[in-house]
Nanobody, 124 residues
């Protein structure tokens, strides 16, 4: 089992920045692909970003490319999502996910474990 706890969400103005953190505990964190997804009210959960366990490969949704940066610190069992130039359409609950074998990086069911989410609200 892997337990994931997100933090760092909040209310920010358009153009502002936030850094989300996801702390993992349980099984060895190092070998898991980590992802961030988000779900806005009335919408389906969507892929935001992911990072392989080596940290050498990162992936982003087109909507956040160039604005968001995913990173991980395996020594701290933590993955981060640095968000900049935030827009009102980034408002959502952001979820951290971990997958041992993830082939389709943007596909939810490829991930085995999920956190409870953290709310990000961007005011216009």
């Amino acid at each position: 089992q892997v337990q994931l706890v997100e933090s760092g969400g909040g209310l920010v103005q358009t153009g502002g920045s936030l850094r989300l953190s996801c702390a993992a505990s349980g099984r060895t964190f190092n070998y898991y692909t980590m992802g961030w997804f988000r779900q806005a009210p009335g919408k389906e959960r969507e892929f935001v970003a992911a990072i392989r366990w080596t940290g050498g490969s990162t992936y982003y949704a087109d909507s956040v490319k160039g604005r968001f940066t995913i990173s991980r610190d395996n020594a701290k069992n933590t993955v981060y999502l640095q968000m900049a130039s935030l827009k009102p359409e980034d408002t959502a609950v952001y979820y951290c996910a971990a997958g041992r074998v993830v082939i389709k990086i943007a596909t939810m069911w490829e991930y085995d474990y999920w956190g409870r989410g953290t709310q990000v609200t961007v005011s216009s």
